[in-house]
Structures are given as C-alpha cells and as structure tokens.
C-alpha cells in the first residue's frame, strides 16, 4: 500500500455543510500539506501541519495530524460551490538529504448548491 | 502573491521529438522540482533541484530527462526523445526552505502524438 492514501475517494455535499477528509500514511514525516485541484487545473498549496503539530487551522480549514496513527484530517466548514474540487495529501519526507512530496489518490469533492 | 510560472500551457509533439518544459520559481525559494500527473493518476514526483544540482530523482527520471537551472530564474525540464507514456501534465514547484509549502504553477498539458 502507499503513502498519502485519502478516504474517501469521493464525497458529495450540500452547500453549507462540513466536509471532512481522512488522509493515513506509513513513514515517518517532517509535515504533511493538503493541496486542492480543480479539474484540469494546477495544485493550490492548502495548508502544512508539521510534525510536533496536532492542530491547525486556516479560514474554514481545519487540519489534525495523529502521528501516533499516521493520520490526518482535513475538515472544511460551512462549505461553498466553489469548494468544489480534488482535495489531496502529500507527506513531506526528508532524511539523508532526501526529500519529496509523496501524494495521495485524492478526496473528490462536490458541493451542491 | 508570488507565483510560479509554466510555459507553455499546452504542448502537443511528435513521438521522438525532444521537449522543453520552462518554468520561473518564485525568486527567492532554494529548492525547486518537477512532478507530473498523468490523467486521472497520482501526481508523481520526479526531480528536486537545489544549490544548482539534482538533490534527488524518482525512477522515472530516466536518461531521457534533464534540468537545468540556466540563468539563475528559468528552471527547464528538458524530455530528449518523447514517448507516448510521457502524455501527462507537469507540474513545476518551489519552496524556500525545508518544512515550508511549496507553491505550484498551473502546470503544463504535454501531449505526445
């Protein structure tokens, strides 16, 4: 199985609520950052929790990090249309010089207005 | 906000022929990569660029590839002879330092033909 898997693979919504995503990985990690794209589109760099992080939150964003499961959450409150989107986690990995982003298959994400 | 840049948006060549992929990081991030997404795949990483050499490379990053760095702003993913499988869009990012986000460009649609 792989780093940065993201369940579920799909979620449908209706505007207005909360919409939560479910990331879990296997190797140890420096940070972990969830990006969103739309269709066709580039990856919008959403937010990075850090290792010796638990909690963070942005705007309508809230990422946990359990590093004890290899896991975490991205949860979008009080969703929009225009959320609409592949959301995606990419673990940050570096040890002896190496690093990479490892992402995920994707959570797709459709709000219903 | 600073931005990544990719050019073109869309490449479309002839199976064989050799590629250049330009792409401008943001000009005061130190590492800079290239990943790619082949449609409705995972988005892959290929190389990291950093203090002017590759710092780490994916096993797709084969012979046919390269980068370079060639005048201090313009980062290159170069694809001498183009396969059919190499169809993907690529995508260009940078980051400052370690442990930070990196910012995406929106990426370049390659077809090969």
């Known amino acids: 199985s792989q780093q940065g898997e993201e369940d579920p693979q799909a979620l449908s919504i209706q505007e207005g609520e909360n919409a939560t995503m479910n990331c879990s990985y296997k190797?140890?990690?420096?940070?972990l950052q969830w990006y969103r794209q739309n269709s066709g589109r580039g990856l919008v760099h959403l937010i990075l929790?850090?290792?010796?992080?638990r909690e963070k939150h942005s705007g309508r964003l809230r990422v946990t990090l359990d590093t004890s499961k290899k896991s975490s959450s991205l949860l979008i409150t009080a969703s929009r249309a225009a959320d609409t989107a592949s959301y995606f986690c990419a673990t940050d990995t570096w040890d002896t010089g190496r690093r990479a982003l490892t992402f995920g298959s994707g959570t797709r994400l459709q709000v219903q207005p | 906000e600073p931005e990544v840049t990719q050019t073109p948006s869309h490449q479309v060549t002839q199976m064989g022929q050799e590629v250049i992929l330009r792409c401008v990081p943001i000009?005061?991030?130190?590492?800079f990569y290239w990943y790619r997404q082949i449609l409705g795949q995972k988005v892959e990483f290929l190389v990291s660029?950093?203090?002017?050499?590759?710092?780490?490379k994916s096993e797709i990053f084969d012979d046919q590839f390269s980068v370079e760095r060639p005048d201090g702003s313009n980062f290159t993913l170069k694809i001498r002879s183009t396969k059919l499988e190499d169809s993907a869009m690529y995508f260009c990012?940078?980051?400052?330092?370690?442990?930070?986000?990196?910012?995406f460009g929106s990426g370049t649609r390659l077809t090969v033909v």
């Open positions: 990012a940078s980051s400052e330092l370690v442990n930070y986000g990196y910012t």
């Open positions: 660029f950093y203090n002017n050499e590759i710092s780490e």
């Open positions: 929790i850090r290792s010796n992080e």
């Open positions: 000009s005061n991030h130190l590492y």
């Open positions: 190797t140890s990690i420096n940070n």
